[in-house]
């Protein structure tokens, strides 16, 4: 039995680099202020205590890459009244959905040595596969503030008031350059959601898609302007296969789409 | 007799995935598994047929705690490999960047992974109830390693502005000024840090270790050295694969690395400290001296003190090379990419992380092999745990149960990169 009247947060992991967790103990001036709200029941990462669910809201970290996991997931669901999923690895498969298009026994054997140790789906594949998710946050890494935004929200009841436009749509409102017009660097802004604040530009790079396709996003008639600006087909394709390569559109792009 | 099993499903405040299995029988240890079942994710098989300029930004993915770590190996393996020659401008650079990441993540697992086994609470968020002002005390001092990665790295985690060569584009003398005075409070900071860490009570235990470091003539290590042991072992990073070499046990999802010949061997804080101790400066050796901490420490618990001690040092160099104005000619050489093989091995705040790659004409990875601290660690820890559960046998359950947690954080183990931890299963069986 939970005898505090807090609302009871849990952070569950799969398949990650742990960064979006992480994002949570870098709240440096907020954690504290968060825990007196909250009850972390269920964080392991930054607590040996674990309480019992149900929980009133799961952050969800990684991706589905074994039997096991899948398993797991699903009684996840059961224990969590709402469920978001943080990250590129739990929206969209994140990089290890590399797999997804290659022969995972084929990767197996070429990091290890005993390959008959290790036990694996042939893909990485998003939360909102397996089970229904009541709201994605996206990124590699996530935005901190949005996760705050998103917890918040979520606890007390309203929609969560994250954009849902382009990188491009960020660069402009922060007043910077555009780096393919002015300096012809090739940049995913046009297709990419918005959350990181169109970081690279402001470093003088293009974007390369940290946060995964925006809705409706049209990455075909971005690689013809990239193709203009010198990138070739394999260049193209690798770029939209990256963190987010199981994400429709990115997911379809072919190694010729730019010709 | 009967058997008995002690378990623990989880392993708390590590990074990842990861369980440990003990059996006893009566007063022998009979077996210690440290499984990681963080799922494999196969970096080193999609690696390849990439760009040697995406290697930063796809290893980097590997570790959201020390990203900075992946992606330095991993530009400097680059570097050898296409033959560039590194600005010693963009050196100091990358050096700000490293003390940035040193800091947030051994000031991340002071205050919020290993302290609070100390004081017997169960996390951070625990330990601000009873020590506000420590805890605070922390997070600013976090902070400020945070900001500086965000500053030349672009952002905390998984940072943009690292490339082959240098950087996208050089942080502002002034913005880099503004970090002085917070800087300098956190320096001071440290010093308090190490003081209250000296005060908690360390576990009587002590192991005889082979250290394994990088080395450099003038300088605490970072980005650049022979790769030393404190058995006289002395090689350029290159070298690395003839004398370490990677096994692949049943137990775990990570491999495990030995001394090629020899056996386990102890990468992170503790064997820099040890090896490298007289290139810290007078006032960190004035305050490990003030804490009782040396180059002789073998207790793995006390290594909490050396890593107050090397955030001391990081804010210092990161005031030092601040203050020496770091004025590279260009962000970045342009680069005509050939076939090549490279390796490199820089220190991340967890130990020695070996990257090697092996490029095509156009600049393409034909192999890459990347080695992290933790599974060189791994068996090493087993080791401790072997040695401490034989000489605590007699300890209730419980004690021994966390305990065993404890000398595993000792090492701040990180999972996710080991997979390329932890469940803590106990199997005692009485003697028949």
Redesign the interface.
Known sequence: MNPSTKPKLAVW???????????I??C??E??AI?DRIE?AN????????MDGPYDLSLVEGSV??E??RKRLLEVRKQSRFLVTIGACATAG???A??NF?D?K???S?????PE??S?LET?TPISDHIPVDFELRG??INKEQLLEVIQAFLIGRKPNIAPHSVCVECKLSGKVCVMVAEGTPCLGPVTHAG?GA??P????GC?G?FGPMNSAQPKSLAQQWKRLGKSDA?IF?VFH??NANAEPFRSMEKADAD | MPTKIIKVDYLARVEGEGALYIKTKGKEVEAVELKIFEPPRFFEAFLRGRSYEEAPDITARICGICPVAYQMSAVHAMEQALGISLDPEIRKLRRLLYCGEWIESHVLHIYMLHAPDFLGVSSAMELAKTHKAEVERGLRMKKIGNRIVSLVGGREIHPINVRVGGFYQIPKQRDLEALLPELEWARQASKQTAQWAAGFTFPDFESEYEFVCLSHPNEYPFNEGQITSSHGLSIPAADFEKHFEEQHVAHSNALHCVRKGGGAYFTGPMARFAMNFEKLSDDVRAEAKKIGVGPDCRNPFRSILIRSLEVMHAYEEAMRIIRSRPNPSEAAPKITPKAGWGAAATEAPRGLLYHHYKLGDSGLIEEAKIVPPTSQNQKRIEQDLRQFVTKNIAADDEKLTWQCEQAIRNYDPCISCATHFLKVKWDREEPT
Do not use: N, W
Request: hydrophobic content about 35%.
């Open positions: 992991k799969f398949a990650s680099c742990d960064g979006c967790q992480l994002s103990l870098d440096e001036d954690l504290l825990a972390i964080f392991p990462e930054a607590s040996r205590q674990v890459t074994t096991h996991d994140g990089i290890q590399l797999r290659s995972v084929e990767f197996t070429v990091v290890y040595a005993r140790y290790i694996t990485s590699c890494p990181c970081l690279c402001g470093y003088a790079r390369y940290c260049e690798r990256t963190f």
